[in-house]
T-cell receptor, first 113, second 115 residues
């Protein structure tokens, strides 16, 4: 079955710097890759997603890139702010009517003012 | 639209007891997925219900079960609780099944502590 690995597990950056979180997946049939942000004590919230027919997607300071050949996708946050501090989860959907999202173990991002 | 709601928000149980958690999806959503979240393990998929049918099941023992009602509300039951069942249990709803072609929206979770 699908397996998603996420790196790094923790990331600390200075305010204004960029942050990059990387995920790899194992199932080449996976076709949907969402990213969720979970602030302390709150529910995970979708921040951006990408489908396998697209190589890059951007939404203001957040971008996601997908390399299907290498089977990895990355989250890029530019001009980080303290409110970006949270745990970020990547996920992959392996496709098919019986599939479900497989999540990475998360990256704790700390943005220092 | 109201978001996904879960009740109760917190539960404390002892080993051997059983527990039932409830999830009400966003109005119009027919899919409810359940996840277990523990520190360092991310979100592990338990099962998904769509139109009252279990569509998919994760790798959890049979002590974990669920069901979905005709109004799409879902319940999850854990019997014979073990200490390792202590976790945040999250449900997520989507209009379509599987979470692959439709965004999943999460509830606030139920924090279960087993003593």
């Amino acid at each position: 079955g699908e397996n998603v690995e996420q790196h790094p597990s923790t990331l600390s950056v200075q305010e204004g710097d960029s942050a990059v979180i990387k995920c790899t997946y194992s199932d080449s049939a996976s076709n949907y890759f969402p990213w969720y942000k979970q602030e302390l004590g709150k529910r995970p919230q979708l921040i951006i997603d990408i489908r396998s027919n697209v190589g890059e997607k951007k939404d203001q300071r957040i971008a996601v890139t997908l390399n299907k050949t290498a089977k990895h996708f990355s989250l890029h946050i530019t001009e980080t702010q303290p409110e970006d501090s949270a745990v970020y989860f990547c996920a992959a959907f392996p496709g098919g009517s019986q599939g479900n999202l497989i999540f990475g173990k998360g990256t704790k991002l700390s943005v220092k003012p | 639209k109201a978001g996904v709601t879960q009740t109760p928000r917190y539960l404390i149980k002892t080993r051997g007891q059983q527990v039932t958690l409830s999830c009400s999806p966003i109005s119009g959503h027919r899919s409810v997925s359940w996840y277990q979240q523990t520190p360092g393990q991310g979100l592990q998929f338990l099962f998904e219900y769509f139109s009252e049918t279990q569509r998919n099941k994760g790798n959890f023992p049979g002590r974990f079960s669920g069901r979905q009602f005709s109004n799409s509300r879902s319940e999850m039951n854990v019997s014979t609780l073990e200490l390792g069942d202590s976790a945040l249990y999250l449900c997520a709803s989507s209009y379509l099944s599987g979470g692959g072609s439709d965004t999943q929206y999460f509830g606030p979770g139920t924090r279960l502590t087993v003593l």
